[in-house]
Nanobody, 116 residues
């Protein structure tokens, strides 16, 4: 069964950096597009970044372009989200997700709080 476990969320100060990780199992990771999404309090969940199976193509929501980088390790079945210059607007629960079949599978999320 598909299993996604995110970790790395933390309380950080504005301007700090943070790297999130998502360990995946139960599906063919190295042929799957992986995504990071987030949900801030009171907001709908939104897609933050995606990466193709070979890691060659990435996409980002406009608000994080130039500050966030999605990457993956197809040996360790892990996808990462490196975040720089964090602001309070980045406060959210961050989820990795994948659709290896007709269903989108989500992890449990990891919380990121940016506050001074």
């Amino acid at each position: 069964q598909v299993r996604l476990v995110e970790f790395g969320g933390a309380l950080v100060q504005p301007g700090d950096s943070l790297r999130l990780s998502c360990a995946a199992s139960g599906f063919p990771f190295n042929t799957s597009v992986m995504r990071w999404s987030r949900q801030a309090p009171g907001n709908q969940r939104e897609l933050v970044a995606s990466i193709t199976a070979d890691g060659a193509i990435t996409h980002y929501v406009n608000s994080v372009k130039g500050r966030f980088t999605i990457s993956r390790d197809n040996v360790k079945n892990t996808v990462f989200l490196q975040m720089h210059s964090l602001t309070s607007e980045n406060t959210a629960d961050y989820y990795c997700n994948v659709r290896p079949d007709s269903t989108v599978h989500w992890g449990q999320g990891t919380p990121v709080t940016v506050s001074s």
